[in-house]
């Protein structure tokens, strides 16, 4: 009885890490995923960007207002 739990225990730790690796490096997974998330970033940064230029121009008409 106690072998065949070692085999299985074994088994189990051969194969879960062959079996990660081998999902981890399946393409079609992870691209729409690491689109998505590259996609987002972008948006985000791009409306960071927007509102930092927004507060510049603000504060140089509200300077050019009071000269």
Do not use: T
């Given at each position: 009885?106690?072998?065949?739990?070692?085999?299985?225990?074994?088994?189990?730790?051969?194969?879960?890490?062959?079996a990660m690796?081998?999902?981890?490096?399946?393409?079609?997974?992870?691209?729409?995923?690491?689109?998505?998330?590259?996609?987002?970033?972008?948006?985000?940064?791009?409306?960071?960007?927007?509102?930092r230029k927004?507060?510049?121009?603000?504060?140089?008409?509200?300077?050019?207002?009071?000269?």
């Amino acid at each position: 009885m106690g072998v065949k739990i070692e085999v299985f225990r074994m088994m189990l730790y051969l194969s879960f890490p062959v079996a990660m690796f081998w999902i981890s490096n399946q393409a079609e997974y992870f691209e729409e995923y690491i689109v998505k998330r590259k996609r987002k970033e972008l948006e985000d940064f791009k409306e960071r960007m927007r509102a930092r230029k927004e507060q510049r121009m603000l504060k140089e008409m509200s300077l050019e207002s009071k000269s």
